[in-house]
């Protein structure tokens, strides 16, 4: 399992700290591909648990974890706002929302890997499952914030789009 670990995570991530450090110009080439490459390769890792227990994810078992997948990573995105927000911390907004997305975002598809090599492709379910919520979860939040909304204000945002349809339906109607 260490090896696996080796494989999937350390030499990657030391591979890419080497060529941002001494390769600078092959880095800055390649950086408008690296994120439809992460998505490919993620897609990749967890496409096959996917596929090969389709039955599975789709049957009523399956359906049992939609709520607890989709509770971890709400916590984890929460929770890791909230802590870095701490009097003790006091993070700026931009690091609070980096660690939101660090701890909501954890690593499923190393947990699908593992899973499938060493607990074989059925154990992978879970993981599959937490991939995709990840993804969909952790992706719609970068892209909230990064419109530059805040979480706090979508109380107020949902109340005003409410009372403009309000006002256009009525609008409408007297016309």
Same mark, same amino acid.
């Given at each position: 399992?260490?090896?696996?670990?080796?494989q999937?995570?350390?030499?990657?991530?030391?591979v890419?700290?080497a !060529?941002?450090?001494?390769?600078?110009?092959?880095?800055?080439?390649?950086?408008?591909?690296?994120?439809?490459?992460?998505?490919? #390769?993620?897609s990749? #890792?967890?496409?096959s648990?996917?596929?090969?227990?389709?039955?599975?994810?789709i049957?009523?078992?399956?359906? &049992? !974890?939609?709520?607890?997948? !989709?509770?971890?990573?709400?916590?984890?995105?929460?929770?890791?706002? +909230?802590?870095?927000?701490?009097?003790?911390?006091? &993070? =700026? =907004?931009?690091? #609070?929302?980096?660690?939101?997305?660090?701890?909501?975002?954890?690593?499923?598809?190393l947990?699908?890997?593992?899973a499938?090599?060493? !607990?074989?492709?059925?154990?992978?379910?879970?993981?599959?499952?937490?991939?995709?919520?990840?993804?969909?979860?952790g992706?719609?939040?970068?892209?909230? +914030?990064?419109?530059?909304?805040r979480?706090?204000?979508?109380?107020?945002?949902?109340?005003? &789009?409410?009372?403009?349809?309000?006002?256009? =339906?009525?609008?409408?109607?007297?016309?």
């Amino acid at each position: 399992m260490s090896k696996s670990i080796l494989q999937v995570v350390l030499i990657p991530v030391a591979v890419g700290l080497a !060529l941002n450090t001494y390769a600078k110009p092959f880095v800055n080439v390649i950086r408008p591909f690296m994120p439809l490459m992460a998505m490919v #390769c993620t897609s990749l #890792c967890i496409g096959s648990p996917l596929a090969l227990n389709q039955s599975q994810i789709i049957s009523m078992e399956g359906l &049992q !974890l939609v709520l607890p997948v !989709l509770s971890f990573h709400t916590f984890a995105f929460v929770i890791g706002y +909230w802590v870095a927000k701490l009097p003790l911390l006091r &993070q =700026e =907004e931009n690091v #609070c929302r980096t660690i939101s997305l660090c701890t909501g975002m954890q690593s499923s598809t190393l947990a699908g890997l593992l899973a499938t090599q060493f !607990l074989g492709s059925t154990n992978a379910v879970p993981a599959a499952c937490s991939v995709v919520a990840m993804a969909i979860m952790g992706l719609s939040l970068a892209s909230f +914030w990064g419109r530059g909304f805040r979480i706090r204000d979508i109380p107020t945002n949902f109340m005003s &789009q409410l009372g403009t349809c309000f006002n256009a =339906e009525s609008s409408n109607a007297y016309s």
